[in-house]
T-cell receptor, first 113, second 116 residues
Framework: AQSVTQLDSQVPVFEEAPVELRCNYSSSVSVYLFWYVQYPNQGLQLLLKYLSGSTLVESINGFEAEFNKSQTSFHLRKPSVHISDTAEYFCAASNNAGNMLTFGGGTRLMVKP | DAGVIQSPRHEVTEMGQEVTLRCKPISGHNSLFWYRQTMMRGLELLIY????????DSGMPEDRFSAKMPNASFSTLKIQPSEPRDSAVYFC??????????????FGPGTRLTVT
């Protein structure tokens, strides 16, 4: 069965500092990877996805993630965070076995002024 | 596009009462998912449907929970009888599914359920 591990439950960081949110997955077959963001009292929104092709994927608000097959990782990075990036971030994986996603436990990013 | 619509947004009920949560997926999507989110257990998949057919309900906690999808544009999640430990935020998500392709899921705003 697919499993997704987010190693950090909380990541505090100062505004304009770089950040990395870690995600590792377990899979022996093709895998599709996603990052979702959840702002307070809202649903999850897709941030970026890796389905195939280039291993580096980017979002419109400056986040990027790199698919690393050898390390089974899909870490999320941003070179300079804003207060508005404060949210919970979920990594998810699928092997297309019926369209199910397996979510990690989430990482709460807290950006401080 | 209206996105995934859930109702009600908030529900407060007493233990033992029946609760029905509703979801309207994005038009054209043929997969629908029900999740539950709590502080203790995080985000859990309860059940999902492809083309209105339940595919995996192994996440449904117990027989008190049931879900239906009578047509492509409507689904319900029912809890009867409700218990305080059912208090959580329940999310509905929809997606497109075709064999061999993976598409992202779009989430609704959630229903915050409080059982007293």
């Amino acid at each position: 069965a697919q499993s997704v591990t987010q190693l950090d439950s909380q990541v505090p960081v100062f505004e304009e500092a770089p950040v990395e949110l870690r995600c590792n997955y377990s899979s022996s077959v093709s895998v599709y990877l996603f990052w979702y963001v959840q702002y307070p009292n809202q649903g999850l929104q897709l941030l970026l996805k890796y389905l195939s092709g280039s291993t580096l994927v980017e979002s419109i608000n400056g986040f990027e993630a790199e698919f690393n097959k050898s390390q089974t990782s899909f870490h999320l990075r941003k070179p300079s965070v804003h207060i508005s990036d404060t949210a919970e971030y979920f990594c998810a994986a699928s092997n297309n076995a019926g369209n199910m996603l397996t979510f990690g436990g989430g990482t709460r990013l807290m950006v401080k002024p | 596009d209206a996105g995934v619509i859930q109702s009600p947004r908030h529900e407060v009920t007493e233990m033992g009462q029946e609760v029905t949560l509703r979801c309207k997926p994005i038009s054209g999507h043929n997969s629908l998912f029900w999740y539950r989110q709590t502080m203790m257990r995080g985000l859990e998949l309860l059940i999902y449907f492809n083309n209105n057919v339940p595919i995996d309900d192994s996440g449904m906690p117990e027989d008190r929970f049931s879900a239906k999808m009578p047509n492509a544009s409507f689904s319900t999640l029912k809890i009867q009888p409700s218990e305080p430990r059912d208090s959580a935020v329940y999310f509905c998500a929809s997606s497109t599914w075709t064999s061999g392709r993976q598409y992202e899921q779009y989430f609704g705003p959630g229903t915050r359920l409080t059982v007293t």
